[in-house]
């Protein structure tokens, strides 16, 4: 599945992305996500826009990248899918709370291609498999690290949850289904403790 255009995708991604690290006790690069989303979804798709969206899926929110930028360098299947996983960023006449960010999220894929909706199963897939990794035996550290009360994260995720099983007729659901279960039983040990 490699190609010029993943290639370029993943350059882009190392350099927009270049001084950002994933949370955790040691300081991961995040082009590790960039490129673990992409080889989740690559399991479930060979659609070459939905593959170099995998590494994009975080550019508009984090970065200085913008969507005309993204269509003109990946062209405008590649942004739509992008857009389609983006939550709203702050600016001057609204800040978003982290609850407003994550309903517009889930608005946002009610209506989203089928190659965001394997963007997104692939990156939630990623993260919460990190989080379980991450912070199994630190609890404190996650409830630290992470904004959003337990029941929201709990909730937000069912609300995404339904929106693939009702909208996406693509496997990935069975895997992000099983790492969904596996990520509410390290919520309940996080409540327990």
């Known amino acids: 599945m490699y190609s010029f255009r993943i290639e370029q995708a993943i350059q882009a991604a190392t350099i927009l ?57 990946f062209g405008g299947k590649v942004k739509n899918i992008v857009l389609g996983v983006t939550e709203p960023q702050n600016d001057a006449t609204h800040t978003y709370t982290w609850k407003e960010r994550k309903q517009h999220y889930v608005t946002q894929l009610e209506h989203a291609s089928d190659g965001s909706l394997i963007v997104s199963a692939a990156d939630k897939i990623h993260n919460m498999r990190s989080m379980i990794e991450e912070y199994h035996t630190n609890h404190k550290r996650f409830v630290a690290e992470f904004s959003g009360g337990l029941d929201d994260r709990l909730a937000t995720y069912q609300s995404i949850a339904d929106i693939f099983k009702s909208k996406l007729n693509n496997p990935i659901i069975t895997e992000f289904t099983h790492v969904f279960n596996e990520y509410k039983l390290f919520i309940q040990d996080v409540k327990k403790s």
């Open 17 to 73: 992305h270049k001084n950002q690290v994933r949370k955790g006790e040691v300081p991961i690069p995040y082009i590790s996500h960039l490129v673990a989303v992409m080889l989740i979804a690559m399991d479930y798709t060979n659609d070459e826009d939905v593959i170099v969206a995998c590494l994009l899926h975080d550019a508009l929110e984090d970065t200085d990248y913008t969507a005309a930028e993204l269509q003109e360098d």
